[in-house]
């Protein structure tokens, strides 16, 4: 997605405005205040459970496994952020489709409350988006056609550089889908492997570093946050129709993904966050309905 100055300007505001919504709006308070006491309660008793049974067997494994002394700082330091990282698997499991659920609520309350409902496509548009995802599939499969004639003529040594690396040739495209997005085809195990131990590293190693692969991740979240909108308004759910759609207003998707990813990992506020993240969207959805402006924009 590019950037465009009029969508980083107006984009960004979004997510802390449902903040702000959230906590102001009576309507919407009510809804998520029993289910963050629940999960709240709940994280509380399954941390300490978790701290009294496998904290000091962690202590004692991370010791073993690392050669450091039994007392040693950073063992019961990395005990005890293992243990409470764990201890949020149960909670996950328990409440991510009441989660869920909730955000649909709240995505639709906000939309009551600005007097807003959402209008289907026009057939035309459908008919113009049906056609852009035609050219797209028809790109793509010539692309995979011709690196399938690439891998069935290589030698075994072109083989296994595929294989490994995939599109990467030089310094410069190997730091472009580290930092980027995957390749859609023959992106190579070593490439997607780094990628990962990239994300994990820069949270912990260069700080600095957090604010780009945010931005990487941003279309991500902003698609996945809006995807109740476009469900309204009937684009088809496949990668291909939702991207050229979001691509369409990427300015204003990307930092709006980019603070909303941003809020929504922040760690003990992340639950309460990801519910004022869909009242972000859908403050959004509002204005993006209220300009009547197309969805899809007929190429």
Same mark, same amino acid.
């Given at each position: 997605?590019?950037?465009?100055?009029?969508?980083?300007?107006?984009?960004?505001?979004?997510?802390?405005?449902?903040?702000?919504?959230?906590?102001?709006?009576?309507?919407?308070?009510?809804?998520?205040?029993?289910?963050?006491?629940?999960?709240?309660?709940?994280?509380?008793?399954?941390?300490?459970?978790?701290?009294?049974?496998?904290?000091?067997?962690?202590?004692?494994?991370?010791?073993?496994?690392?050669?450091?002394?039994?007392?040693?700082?950073?063992?019961?330091?990395?005990?005890?952020?293992?243990?409470?990282?764990?201890?949020?698997?149960?909670?996950?499991?328990?409440?991510?489709?009441?989660?869920?659920?909730?955000?649909?609520?709240?995505?639709?309350?906000?939309?009551?409350?600005?007097?807003?409902?959402?209008?289907?496509?026009?057939?035309?548009?459908?008919?113009?988006?049906?056609?852009?995802?035609?050219?797209?599939?028809?790109?793509?499969?010539?692309?995979?056609?011709?690196?399938?004639?690439?891998?069935?003529?290589?030698?075994?040594?072109?083989?296994?550089?595929?294989?490994?690396?995939?599109?990467?040739?030089?310094?410069?495209?190997?730091?472009?889908?580290?930092?980027?997005?995957?390749?859609?085809?023959?992106?190579?195990?070593?490439?997607?492997?780094?990628?990962? !131990? $990239?994300?994990?590293?820069? &949270?912990? %190693?260069?700080?600095?570093?957090?604010? =780009?692969?945010?931005?990487?991740?941003? *279309? /991500?979240?902003?698609?996945?946050?809006?995807?109740?909108?476009?469900?309204?308004?009937?684009?088809?759910?496949?990668?291909?129709?939702?991207?050229?759609?979001?691509?369409?207003?990427?300015?204003?998707?990307?930092?709006?993904? !980019? $603070?909303?990813?941003?809020? &929504?990992? %922040?760690?003990?506020?992340?639950?309460? =966050?990801?519910?004022?993240?869909?009242? *972000? /969207?859908?403050?959004?959805?509002?204005?993006?309905?209220?300009?009547?402006?197309?969805?899809?924009?007929?190429?």
């Amino acid at each position: 997605m590019p950037l465009t100055t009029a969508g980083l300007i107006s984009g960004w505001t979004y997510p802390l405005r449902g903040v702000v919504h959230l906590t102001k709006a009576p309507e919407l308070r009510n809804k998520v205040s029993r289910f963050l006491f629940s999960i709240t309660a709940t994280s509380a008793a399954t941390s300490a459970a978790w701290l009294w049974f496998f904290y000091t067997r962690h202590v004692r494994l991370i010791s073993q496994v690392f050669g450091m002394a039994g007392g040693s700082l950073l063992a019961h330091f990395a005990a005890g952020v293992l243990v409470l990282a764990e201890s949020t698997l149960p909670v996950y499991v328990l409440f991510s489709r009441q989660f869920e659920q909730l955000q649909g609520q709240l995505f639709d309350a906000t939309l009551q409350l600005q007097g807003i409902t959402i209008s289907p496509m026009q057939p035309r548009d459908r008919e113009a988006l049906a056609a852009a995802v035609g050219k797209v599939v028809q790109q793509r499969a010539a692309e995979k056609a011709a690196a399938d004639e690439a891998w069935r003529k290589g030698g075994l040594a072109s083989k296994a550089t595929q294989l490994l690396l995939g599109g990467v040739t030089d310094v410069s495209s190997l730091a472009t889908q580290l930092l980027l997005k995957p390749q859609p085809y023959r992106e190579g195990l070593l490439v997607r492997q780094a990628r990962r !131990l $990239v994300t994990v590293a820069a &949270g912990t %190693l260069v700080p600095p570093l957090l604010p =780009l692969l945010a931005l990487r991740d941003s *279309g /991500a979240v902003a698609v996945r946050l809006l995807s109740k909108y476009w469900d309204r308004k009937g684009v088809p759910r496949d990668a291909d129709s939702r991207a050229i759609v979001a691509k369409q207003h990427s300015g204003e998707l990307r930092s709006f993904g !980019l $603070v909303a990813g941003g809020l &929504g990992s %922040l760690p003990l506020l992340n639950w309460v =966050l990801g519910l004022s993240n869909m009242v *972000g /969207a859908a403050l959004l959805v509002a204005d993006m309905e209220k300009k009547q402006g197309a969805l899809f924009v007929r190429q």
